[in-house]
């Protein structure tokens, strides 16, 4: 297991590499400037803007010290917040962006694995097709209009919870719930799916055999393998839920990364943009790695296998 940790780091470390560069020469193909729409600025004070942020440098230097500042972790000064480095910007917002992510992740899985539990047990019930509708509405919906929804139901009609901001707990619910219900759904009907698969397999049938009650056979044999498709989806998803917070956190006007994230878009801010993709990329990469790891705690099977290939 050991080895094939350390063979997964080098694939990690490898596509970093070519994510770096991709983002980089994308930066540098894009037309016009991040001084661009500094009108103001004469064109002495933005030469020499340029200068003092390696803009002049040929492109071989600019990705050459690119590439050494990122070893480093360090993602420069930002072109547009004046004295701020795009390290400050991560350490200060990220927090705040990865407490959303995570309570959005635990509602998601949470409910979702809930949802489809019950589904299962009474398939082609009402709880089924209540389930089903459910799981293909939060589907179906995009979280920035889930978020509108949300804010218009709950915080202006009822009255229930605040509708923007970032002071305590409950302001962190409603962008929570927009966030996760797309999830939900989708963790809901892999759940439901995964469950009838494995209530047909011959070691559950076995176990109802000997008499073994519906409801202990579920949590004792079938949960945990049906878990497996979950468990896959858990990587993709703890990346999901951060980035995708980027637009639910600029409705909830929370001081979350993806506030500066869209903004560097906006402006042109080429070494915020880079820094946060950068970030972003070794979350969602060390995460699917992790998610690989847990496959040997939920099926032995996979990690004899896994051990056997290392």
């Known amino acids: 297991m050991i080895k094939y940790i350390l063979k997964r780091c080098v694939y990690i470390f490898i596509a970093l590499f070519v994510i770096v560069s991709i983002t980089f020469f ?138 923007s901001g970032w002071n305590g707990f409950k302001y962190s619910i409603l962008p929570a719930l927009a966030i996760a219900i797309t999830h939900m759904g989708f963790i809901a009907k892999l759940t439901r799916s995964s469950m009838l698969e494995q209530n047909n397999s011959e070691y559950v049938k076995m176990a109802r055999a000997k008499g073994i009650g519906k409801f202990e056979t579920v949590f004792k044999h079938t949960l945990r393998n049906a878990l497996l498709p979950v468990i896959t989806y858990l990587g993709p998803l703890f990346a999901g839920v951060i980035t995708g917070s980027f637009i639910v956190e600029q409705i909830f006007a929370i001081p979350g990364l993806g506030k500066y994230f869209v903004t560097s878009i906006t402006n042109r801010d080429y070494t915020v943009i880079m820094g946060t993709t950068v970030f972003y990329s070794i979350i969602l990469l060390f995460a699917v790695l992790i998610v690989d790891i847990l496959y040997g705690f939920i099926d032995p099977r996979i990690k004899l296998k896994g051990d056997k290939k290392s």
């Open 26 to 163: 994308l930066m540098r193909l894009a037309p016009g400037s991040p001084f661009a729409s500094e009108k103001s600025f004469p064109p002495a004070i933005q030469e020499q803007l340029n200068e003092s942020y390696g803009l002049n440098n040929p492109w071989y230097v600019q990705y050459k010290d690119y590439l050494v500042s990122t070893a480093k972790f360090d993602f420069g000064e930002s072109m547009k917040y004046k004295g701020r480095s795009t390290n400050d910007m991560i350490s200060e917002s990220f927090p705040i962006s990865l407490t959303l992510g995570i309570e959005a992740m635990l509602l998601s899985v949470g409910f979702g694995i809930l949802i489809g539990v019950i589904a299962a047990l009474y398939h082609n019930k009402f709880p089924d097709y209540l389930a089903t509708t459910f799981a293909v509405l939060g589907i179906s919906v995009p979280s920035f209009i889930l978020a509108g929804l949300l804010q218009y139901f709950v915080g202006l009609k009822l009255q229930l919870l605040p509708i």
